[in-house]
């Protein structure tokens, strides 16, 4: 009995010795809550669309997923199935996601982003939940996106929080506004439209997004 034990110790030793722990782990939700001026609704509809595949491609799209380093497959997978219905609130997911993938993984490689359309009002209970659903440290949460006409401007204006499983707290609450300006660089877009103004927003968020999670992390 006692060899048994000791051989059981032994393999439970090697099994946790061989999974890799990836830091940081990220979950991006869709917006909980939408709002839109009517004016803007014959835009908005341009961004929904549906992707359908049959079992045999998909299969084969998952096949060509799964080659990738562990992480990257969890990724790509969760990116993948993300991807195969969007509308306006998930581009912004999207985007931000897009984003913070890249600015993450600038840091280190040794991560794991994902997009979801899981969706949360903003309480510590259900952001909880979806931290254990998808097995991460943080969740970015959109609880609010409004996009809106004022002056004969457009704007989108975002409320994000940042939950932390491991302190079971939101560590960030912040509304962020967009206009419809292109801010350049990596978030450049054709001036004038919507996809502006969710630039906008991710800009400024981003960063403190980066911050929070990082820590070190400087823009």
């Known amino acids: 009995m006692r060899y048994f034990i000791l051989t059981l110790l032994l393999l439970v030793g090697l099994v946790t010795f061989g999974q890799k722990k990836y830091k940081p782990t990220i979950v991006i939700l869709d917006p909980y809550q939408t709002q839109y001026d009517t004016t803007l609704f ?62 993450v993984f600038g840091q280190t490689e040794n991560c794991i982003v994902i997009a979801s359309h899981d969706k949360s009002e903003g309480t510590i209970e259900k952001l909880k939940t979806i931290a254990k659903k998808h097995n991460v440290q943080w969740v970015v949460n ?64 981003l960063h403190d997004i980066l911050l929070t999670i990082l820590g070190s992390y400087q823009h």
Do not use: W
């Open 42 to 103: 014959d835009e908005i509809k341009d961004f929904t669309y549906r992707v359908e595949y049959t079992a045999e491609e998909e299969k084969h799209i998952l096949d060509s997923l799964a080659k990738n380093e562990k992480n990257v497959q969890i990724i790509d997978i969760a990116e993948f199935h993300f991807r195969k219905q969007m509308d306006f609130a998930s581009s912004f997911t999207l985007s931000l996601y897009g984003m913070l993938t890249y600015m």
């Open 142 to 205: 959109p609880v609010t996106l409004h996009t809106f006409k004022k002056d004969g401007n457009t704007f989108t204006t975002a409320r994000v929080q940042v939950y932390d499983s491991n302190k079971n707290k939101i560590v960030l609450d912040k509304e962020y506004t967009g206009d419809t300006k292109n801010p350049g660089f990596e978030l450049s877009c054709d001036s004038g439209t919507l996809s502006c103004t969710i630039n906008n927003v991710i800009n400024p968020s």
